[in-house]
């Protein structure tokens, strides 16, 4: 399936655009922005560390919320059975299951694994309003969160590959568990 992101994709310089047609769905509440500022999770790391642990491209992703140019990432297309886990502190965030052809250079899931492993906030940078996911477990930089997914859910999860390992998973991961 190809979806009208495509077309803004290949345009792109870098990020996760906001797609030209709104759909139907509506946005899960993201977190107060104030809020999030004095937000804590339960993997917390010095700034060292994260440099440390991570490889540069996965730090300036993660922890400084860059975003990997389209068609570039490891998982953009990638089709096996598995999931996939935040590269930072390995929690799984999404399956196979709910990963879709968005057309947008970006690994897309329609839904999480299991809820409550992400928190959205409001992301005005770039000169508009989007949607950012970040990791309920480490806060680190995900990705952003679009309402022109496919049904059920109207979601599009647009995750850089660079925070993300893909763990394949044969047969197929069972279904997502604690989901709302
Ligand atoms: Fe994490």
């Not at 004095?38 to 440099?51: G, N, Q, S």
């Not at 068609?71 to 953009?76: A, K, M, Q, V």
């Not at 806060?139 to 893909?166: E, M």
Request: proline content about 8%; glycine content about 6%; charged content about 20%.
């Amino acid at each position: 399936m190809f979806y009208p992101c495509a077309l803004a994709s290949a345009m792109l310089v870098a990020g996760c655009n906001a797609s030209p047609t709104n759909n139907t769905a509506a946005l899960p509440e993201t977190a107060n922005s104030t809020t999030n500022q004095t937000m804590t999770f339960p993997v917390t790391k010095t700034d060292a560390e994260w440099r440390q642990e991570l490889t540069p491209e996965q730090y300036r992703v993660l922890r400084q919320a860059d975003t990997e140019r389209p068609f570039t990432g490891l998982y953009w297309n990638t089709k096996e059975p598995g999931v996939y886990r935040c590269a930072a502190c390995k929690q799984v965030l999404f399956t196979s299951k709910d990963k879709f052809d968005s057309g947008c250079g970006w690994p897309s899931f329609s839904d999480l694994a299991s809820a409550k492993t992400v928190i959205l906030r409001n992301d005005d940078s770039l000169g508009m309003r989007r949607t950012e996911v970040i990791c309920a477990h480490c806060g680190s930089h995900l990705g952003h969160l679009f309402d022109d997914g496919p049904k059920p859910t109207g979601l599009r999860y647009c995750i850089n590959s660079a925070s993300l390992n893909f763990e394949k998973t044969n047969p197929p991961p069972p279904n997502p568990e604690e989901k709302k």
